[in-house]
């Protein structure tokens, strides 16, 4: 494993605010605050033993603000953009002998403010958004229009997920809320069913007892509107099997004090959170799945049981200043990256085969991480497991997923429960900073540090930013624990 932060002027040195790789050709895409989306081709380190660099290649300009999130087509045909004022752009790959470009296809207009988030459906046809105008708008792209709009939240969504099996949406808000909808078909007349998604679960707190009494206090499971970071990216595990979500604030008890966390949710099961990964010293604000699943190692390790799956799946959790990679076969993370950046990350991705990690910061620079031909794992086919996961919730997914109970409201009463929500969603909204603001929004970084397995041969991260040398003991792994009553 090898990378580092990559000096070079990304963005005319303004915020990277999120990035994304092609799904079949590898090319980066990276946007932020200078309104433009940049092409970037990366080029391996591996045969130097050097770290890996990138080349530009093109940029794609329309954006009159700052570009919040871009993501490809899981077809790589089309690429959407969201922009600060409301902007939504869907672009399209014409390809030809010398070159690929890429055009305006359709401009998607409805939100009234900026887009912080967005996903493609499975099938390219469907889009879900979301906005600092509290609203998630699922897009028609055929028809360029408005398919249905979700409004239920209080305060902005910043982040949202489209299940990869077409069954589910989630959405996060700063409204302290996880939204999750299932699709519940309508009938149509003529072309047959038409997609609906309703509420079925709102998740925002959890019944804690309050030491020998036994009365319960609801504590709030995410942090509120004051979380220094404008993005909540949540993501679906690439066989749906389970749902990660950032952002969580989870208290051992009631007078303890809150740890920063991320919440793992069974498919089985998404009204409650199965499984916590706790111990990060900041907020954890981005969350993304490794495309590619591996096989098993066939760890012994006795607490390696957390998940029950055939295959092993990798993820990366970013926090403000650092990120951790974990993989299901392993309760402690595979490596833990700090010290990359002196401002808050804003967003992460990995390539399609699984060779590059890559993540943006606010300080207007991104970061590489190249992993060797096979480090992570020998790869499988993802169909090994759609078994699994085709027919209705299969139990396989986690062990110990017991018995967190939170807070949950059921579709049908969604709408009336609004009034009743707690009194800090009746703060007064903050507002939304420009793309110079932004900068301001600042977590100066640690030093740089990787943990790996002991029976890895990983080299450390090398980082071409001039961090101070800390005298700090190296931070223990944090350990993943499932949630008691």
Same mark, same amino acid.
């Given at each position: 494993?090898?990378?580092?932060?990559?000096?070079?002027?990304?963005?005319?040195?303004?915020?990277?605010?999120?990035?994304?790789?092609?799904?079949?050709?590898?090319?980066? =895409?990276? =946007?932020?605050?200078?309104?433009?989306?940049?092409?970037?081709?990366?080029?391996?380190?591996?045969?130097?033993?050097?770290?890996?660099?990138?080349?530009? &290649?093109?940029?794609?300009?329309?954006?009159?603000?700052?570009?919040?999130?871009?993501?490809?087509?899981?077809?790589?045909?089309?690429?959407?953009?969201?922009?600060?004022?409301?902007?939504?752009?869907?672009?399209?790959?014409?390809?030809?002998?010398?070159?690929?470009?890429?055009?305006?296809?359709?401009?998607?207009?409805?939100?009234? *403010?900026?887009?912080?988030?967005?996903?493609?459906?499975?099938?390219? @046809?469907?889009?879900?958004?979301?906005?600092?105008?509290?609203?998630?708008?699922?897009?028609?792209?055929?028809?360029?229009?408005?398919?249905?709009?979700?409004?239920?939240?209080?305060?902005?969504?910043?982040?949202? @997920?489209?299940?990869?099996?077409?069954?589910?949406?989630?959405?996060?808000?700063?409204?302290?809320?996880?939204?999750?909808?299932?699709?519940? $078909? &309508?009938?149509?007349?003529?072309?047959?069913?038409?997609?609906?998604?309703?509420?079925?679960?709102?998740?925002?707190?959890?019944?804690?007892?309050?030491?020998?009494?036994?009365?319960?206090?609801?504590?709030?499971?995410?942090?509120?509107?004051?979380?220094?970071?404008?993005?909540?990216?949540?993501?679906?595990?690439?066989?749906?099997?389970?749902?990660?979500?950032?952002?969580?604030?989870?208290?051992?008890?009631?007078?303890?004090? =809150?740890?920063?966390?991320?919440?793992?949710?069974?498919? *089985?099961?998404?009204?409650?959170?199965?499984?916590?990964?706790?111990?990060?010293?900041?907020?954890?604000?981005?969350?993304?799945?490794? $495309?590619?699943?591996?096989?098993?190692?066939?760890?012994?390790?006795?607490?390696?049981?957390?998940?029950?799956?055939?295959?092993?799946?990798?993820?990366?959790?970013?926090?403000?200043?650092?990120?951790?990679?974990?993989?299901?076969?392993?309760?402690?993370?595979? @490596?833990?990256?700090?010290?990359?950046?002196?401002?808050?990350?804003?967003?992460?991705?990995?390539?399609?085969?699984?060779?590059?990690?890559?993540?943006?910061?606010?300080?207007?620079?991104?970061?590489?991480?190249?992993?060797?031909?096979?480090?992570?794992?020998?790869?499988?086919?993802?169909?090994?497991?759609?078994?699994?996961?085709?027919?209705?919730?299969?139990?396989?997914?986690?062990?110990?997923?017991?018995?967190?109970?939170?807070?949950?409201?059921?579709?049908?009463?969604?709408?009336?429960?609004?009034?009743?929500?707690?009194?800090?969603? #009746?703060?007064?909204?903050?507002?939304?900073?420009?793309?110079?603001?932004?900068?301001?929004?600042?977590?100066?970084?640690?030093?740089?540090?990787?943990?790996?397995? $002991?029976?890895?041969?990983? #080299?450390?991260?090398?980082?071409?930013?001039?961090?101070?040398?800390?005298?700090?003991?190296?931070?223990?792994?944090?350990?993943?624990?499932?949630?008691?009553?």
């Amino acid at each position: 494993m090898k990378g580092g932060t990559i000096q070079i002027s990304w963005h005319d040195g303004k915020p990277v605010l999120t990035l994304d790789f092609h799904p079949v050709s590898g090319l980066l =895409a990276t =946007a932020g605050a200078d309104y433009d989306i940049k092409l970037w081709l990366i080029n391996s380190g591996q045969a130097e033993k050097k770290l890996p660099s990138v080349s530009y &290649q093109s940029s794609l300009t329309y954006h009159g603000c700052a570009v919040n999130t871009i993501r490809f087509s899981p077809s790589g045909e089309l690429l959407a953009s969201g922009a600060d004022g409301g902007e939504l752009i869907i672009w399209k790959l014409h390809p030809s002998e010398t070159n690929q470009s890429w055009k305006v296809h359709k401009s998607l207009s409805f939100h009234r *403010k900026d887009v912080l988030d967005l996903q493609w459906s499975p099938d390219d @046809a469907f889009l879900i958004s979301g906005s600092v105008d509290n609203s998630c708008i699922i897009w028609d792209v055929n028809k360029g229009s408005v398919h249905q709009i979700l409004d239920a939240h209080c305060h902005y969504v910043q982040g949202v @997920a489209w299940d990869p099996l077409s069954k589910y949406v989630a959405s996060l808000s700063s409204d302290r809320t996880c939204r999750i909808y299932v699709n519940k $078909p &309508q009938a149509k007349s003529k072309s047959g069913e038409k997609m609906n998604y309703v509420c079925q679960h709102v998740i925002t707190k959890t019944d804690q007892q309050r030491g020998d009494d036994t009365k319960t206090v609801k504590t709030h499971l995410f942090h509120d509107e004051t979380l220094p970071s404008f993005f909540r990216r949540l993501s679906w595990s690439p066989d749906g099997s389970f749902l990660l979500i950032p952002s969580g604030s989870f208290k051992l008890s009631p007078t303890s004090e =809150a740890v920063n966390a991320t919440y793992v949710f069974s498919r *089985k099961d998404l009204s409650r959170p199965a499984l916590q990964l706790p111990g990060a010293n900041k907020p954890v604000v981005v969350v993304r799945f490794c $495309p590619v699943v591996f096989k098993l190692r066939g760890s012994s390790s006795e607490e390696g049981g957390f998940f029950k799956l055939p295959y092993r799946i990798v993820f990366a959790i970013a926090t403000l200043n650092s990120v951790y990679i974990y993989d299901t076969e392993c309760v402690a993370p595979v @490596a833990v990256l700090a010290g990359l950046h002196y401002a808050a990350i804003t967003d992460i991705t990995w390539s399609p085969t699984a060779s590059y990690l890559a993540l943006s910061s606010q300080d207007g620079y991104c970061t590489l991480v190249e992993f060797e031909d096979n480090e992570l794992g020998e790869p499988v086919s993802i169909s090994v497991g759609k078994k699994l996961v085709d027919g209705e919730e299969k139990k396989h997914v986690l062990e110990k997923t017991d018995e967190l109970m939170t807070e949950t409201v059921p579709d049908e009463r969604s709408k009336q429960a609004e009034p009743n929500q707690d009194e800090e969603k #009746q703060k007064p909204l903050q507002s939304k900073a420009t793309g110079e603001e932004k900068k301001q929004i600042m977590q100066t970084s640690d030093e740089l540090m990787t943990e790996t397995k $002991p029976n890895g041969e990983k #080299q450390p991260l090398q980082s071409k930013v001039n961090t101070p040398v800390s005298s700090k003991p190296a931070r223990r792994r944090i350990t993943p624990m499932a949630i008691d009553p």
